[in-house]
């Protein structure tokens, strides 16, 4: 038989065969449990087990003594934030001193201030900076440009040139002199020599297109006809932009038809006052400003020929505040010594500039540059016009 094992109390108790023998005779003296009401069902595998338990075959282990945790340290309590903590210690014991940083608070009290006061420069590292502004009553006109050239001479700060020469350059379409309004006839573009026309003149043109790189086509188609077309305003030749209502044959300058109050749209179309829908109009254009690149496309070697078969004549060529007067020439033998890697110096070259004045740090004056010869050289001239002052000759053997 097996020896059976029964752990009661921390205690193995092994039973043997002998000892459920010796069991059995004793059982009669034990009162017997209750038996529960349940059914018993009958087990598999039947094993019998007594409560009966000999002291001379039990082997008791020796039990395992719990072991006590050591008990908690008592919590460590944190000065405030503000103060400067201190741990009194005895006699015996070592003296420890922690400080800690003060938090910053979002919002600081009169009273609870944390952070220590500083020593303030001032006048060395900082300074204190007021703004006032002012702000006047009712409404405020700003300024008109003659207000302020006025308000400049009076300075004597003034940055305005002398008046430069009056430009003679007449529209071919409108007859005007000089370049126009931003929003209105613009400026001018050149057609062909001595030929000007307003860049919105052209391009407010029955015939006439862009293209998407900026390129006026049919401007001399336009040209052509409007010198036999009379603008109904002004009753001059040179009409080009006509009402778009089918059978309506009036025709306007583009200044006429602005003067006339004629209602241009978005899709390059005009009507004229008798056309023109009643009130504000969702496609209507009322800015005529050009700022993106436009020019009059033509045939550069036809133009050339032209010059060449008219002849010389006095043009006047400018760029900003450089004019040319004369381009100058070179003969073979000067070839060699008037030139260099970068640049050409004809002699007898003629220009004039508006610049900064030597003497004045706010006044422009002109500067007459001109290339002459000496001693197979070319000599650069400088000569600077100012009122008020006798004319400057500078002369070298560099441009520079």
């Not at 002459?372 to 070319?378: F, H, N, R």
């Given at each position: 038989m097996k020896d059976l094992v029964f752990c009661s109390n921390n205690c193995f108790v092994l039973y043997s065969a002998a000892v459920q023998a010796k069991n059995s005779e004793n059982k009669e003296?034990?009162?017997?449990?209750?038996?529960?009401?349940?059914?018993?069902?009958?087990?598999?595998?039947?094993?019998?087990?007594?409560?009966?338990?000999?002291?001379?075959d039990v082997h008791c282990l020796p039990q395992l003594q719990e072991k006590v945790s050591p008990p908690s340290s008592p919590p460590i309590m944190f000065p405030p934030?503000?103060?400067?903590?201190?741990?009194?210690?005895?006699?015996?014991?070592?003296?420890?001193?922690?400080?800690?940083?003060?938090?910053?608070?979002?919002?600081?009290?009169?009273?609870?201030?944390c952070r220590p006061p500083s020593k303030k420069w001032k006048g060395m590292k900082w300074k204190k900076w007021s703004i006032q502004i002012v702000i006047p009553k009712g409404s405020f006109k700003p300024p008109c440009e003659e207000e302020i050239d006025e308000f400049l001479k009076k300075l004597g700060t003034t940055l305005k040139p002398?008046?430069?020469?009056?430009?003679?350059?007449k529209c071919c379409f409108c007859h005007e002199e000089g370049d126009g309004l931003t929003d209105g006839p613009a400026r001018l573009l050149n057609l062909d020599l001595d030929l000007w026309v307003h860049l919105n003149c052209a391009l407010w043109s029955t015939e006439v297109y862009e293209t998407q790189?900026?390129?006026?086509?049919?401007?001399?188609?336009?040209?052509?006809?409007?010198?036999?077309?009379?603008?109904?305003?002004?009753?001059?030749?040179?009409?080009?932009?006509?009402?778009?209502?089918?059978?309506?044959?009036?025709?306007?300058?583009?200044?006429?038809?602005?003067k006339a109050q004629c209602m241009f749209f978005k899709d390059k179309t005009m009507l004229c006052p008798m056309h023109k829908p009643k009130g504000t109009h969702e496609q209507e254009l009322s800015y005529f400003a050009v700022f993106r690149r436009v020019y009059v496309q033509r045939d550069e070697v036809r133009q050339i020929a032209s010059i060449v078969q008219r002849g010389e004549?006095?043009?006047?060529?400018?760029?900003?505040?450089?004019?040319?007067?004369?381009?100058?020439?070179?003969?073979?033998?000067?070839?060699?010594?008037?030139?260099?890697?970068?640049?050409?110096?004809?002699?007898?070259?003629?220009?004039?500039?508006?610049?900064?004045?030597?003497?004045?740090?706010?006044r422009r004056c002109r500067?007459?540059?001109?290339?002459?010869?000496?001693?197979?050289?070319?000599?650069?001239?400088?000569?600077?016009?100012?009122?008020g002052h006798e004319d400057l000759v500078l002369t070298d053997t560099t441009p520079k």
């Open positions: 003296l034990v009162p017997t449990l209750p038996q529960s009401p349940m059914k018993e069902r009958p087990p598999k595998a039947f094993h019998q087990y007594s409560n009966n338990i000999s002291t001379l934030a503000f103060e400067a903590a201190k741990v009194e210690a005895k006699p015996d014991e070592l003296k420890v001193t922690v400080k800690l940083k003060p938090r910053l608070k979002a919002i600081h009290s009169s009273l609870e201030d002398d008046p430069v020469p009056k430009d003679y350059r790189a900026g390129a006026l086509i049919n401007v001399e188609l336009a040209l052509r006809r409007g010198l036999q077309m009379k603008c109904m305003f002004c009753h001059k030749m040179g009409a080009t932009s006509g009402c778009h209502r089918l059978r309506c044959t009036n025709i306007y300058h583009f200044t006429c038809a602005i004549r006095d043009h006047t060529f400018r760029v900003g505040s450089l004019i040319f007067h004369a381009v100058g020439q070179l003969l073979p033998q000067q070839m060699q010594a008037f030139h260099s890697s970068k640049a050409l110096f004809p002699v007898g070259y003629e220009a004039s500039r508006l610049y900064w004045s030597m003497r004045y740090a706010n500067y007459l540059c001109s290339i002459e010869e000496k001693d197979g050289l070319p000599l650069f001239v400088i000569k600077v016009v100012e009122q």
